[in-house]
């Protein structure tokens, strides 16, 4: 009998613990754990697996029913810089009761803090000062690759001087819109990997993408970690997919695309990076080209848009070329991007637009199910 009382009372007093509402000072020590975790994070895979990733603790503050007094005295006695990392979650509608007496104010000081930041950037060129009335154009520099029996593309084999712009994880309802605007304004394209919820939340968004004649890959459903590896595990909430569901994750993302614009390019990106023999095998059978990349500008962690653009511009003149990975649901991303396009014009870039070698392989791709058949 004591047994059994203790089998019934050990699961619902951790479950009192679990639910009992936090102390302002663990709000603030969430708070900091989750800057430091994104500080010391080295992949955005370790961030996003995190406990202290910005969205796992403000789910967590949800669930416990933490005090939005405290919640909003802790984030507004942050600086500006330190609350951009709890921008999204600022914005989230499930997120409101939480910030109910701070979010006008919360927001505004983003919108400075911004605002500040993008005068920085735009006002001072890294390379060449350009005036108000300056402008310049990217020449058209596309490529094709044979993607017939797979491809693997790690620098995407551009010469020297060459770089591939890549987007993940959009289209987003803001970012998205913000970035194309950046690159049509000079005449860059760039190759956008979508996340299949993000395209059936945000379809008219894809065909803006589409119609300004970006490449447009897949980067699975709901950007899980494909691989049958214990880092995939983590970042799945403790779960590795069977190979069935990883499939599934692949074809569903390829197949999002091409219900929304009519077709999709034979390109596809893990989700981390992480992928198995087994999964490539299955991409190459179908003609379907795997984009890895060799500059990551990180634009997931928590630093200014004038640093994240140091830091990708430091990455690629040790390089010369190769692949740049951005985020186009990063508003990072969406504010750096003129004056990183500056930045690579003038330092003698071309931008690269990759397409399959076969013109027809967008329209018949063998990872989606047509329409009509």
């Known amino acids: 009998m004591k047994s059994y009382i203790n089998t019934l009372i050990i699961p619902l007093l951790l479950l009192a613990a679990a639910c009992t509402r936090p102390t302002a000072q663990q709000v603030k020590n969430d708070i900091n754990s989750s800057l430091e975790s994104n500080e010391k994070a080295k992949t955005i895979s370790e961030w996003e697996s995190s406990e202290h990733n910005s969205t796992s603790i403000f789910k967590r503050w949800k669930d416990t029913k933490a005090d939005p007094e405290d919640v909003c005295n802790e984030l507004l006695e942050k600086t500006p810089k330190e609350l951009a990392l709890f921008e999204e979650e600022i914005k989230d509608p499930d997120f409101k009761e939480l910030l109910e007496p701070c979010k006008s104010e919360l927001q505004k000081k983003l919108e400075n803090y911004w605002k ?46 060459e770089v591939l712009l890549t987007f993940d994880d959009g289209p987003h309802g803001q970012y998205t819109d913000t ?125 200014t848009p004038a640093e994240m653009i140091s830091f990708t511009m430091k990455q690629l003149e040790e390089r010369q070329r190769g692949i740049i990975l951005f985020h186009d649901i990063q508003r990072k991303t969406a504010e750096a991007l003129p004056t990183l396009l500056k930045d690579l014009y003038f330092k003698g870039y071309s931008i690269v637009l990759l397409k399959s070698a076969n013109p027809n392989d967008r329209y018949n791709s063998k990872l989606v199910i047509k329409k009509g058949t």
């Open 116 to 161: 500040i930041e993008k005068a920085k950037i735009s006002t001072t060129a890294h390379i060449v000062p350009l005036d108000s009335t300056s402008s310049f154009k990217f020449p058209d520099n596309i490529q094709t690759r044979d993607v017939s029996h797979g491809y693997k593309a790690y620098t995407g084999d551009v010469k020297n001087k």
């Open 179 to 303: 970035i194309l605007s950046a690159l049509a304004e000079v005449n860059a394209k760039a190759l956008f990997f979508t996340v299949g919820k993000n395209v059936k939340a945000n379809p008219e968004v894809l065909k803006r993408v589409a119609a300004a004649g970006h490449s447009i890959g897949s980067h699975s459903i709901d950007h899980k970690c494909l691989a049958s590896k214990s880092i995939c595990a983590k970042s799945n909430d403790g779960h590795v997919l069977s190979y069935e569901d990883a499939i599934a994750e692949i074809t569903g993302g390829h197949q999002a695309v091409y219900n929304a614009i009519g077709w999709v390019d034979p390109f596809f990106r893990f989700p981390y990076g992480e992928s198995s023999p087994e999964l490539k095998e299955f991409l190459a059978d179908r003609g379907v080209g795997e984009f890895y990349w060799s500059i990551d500008s990180e634009d997931w962690k928590n630093r």
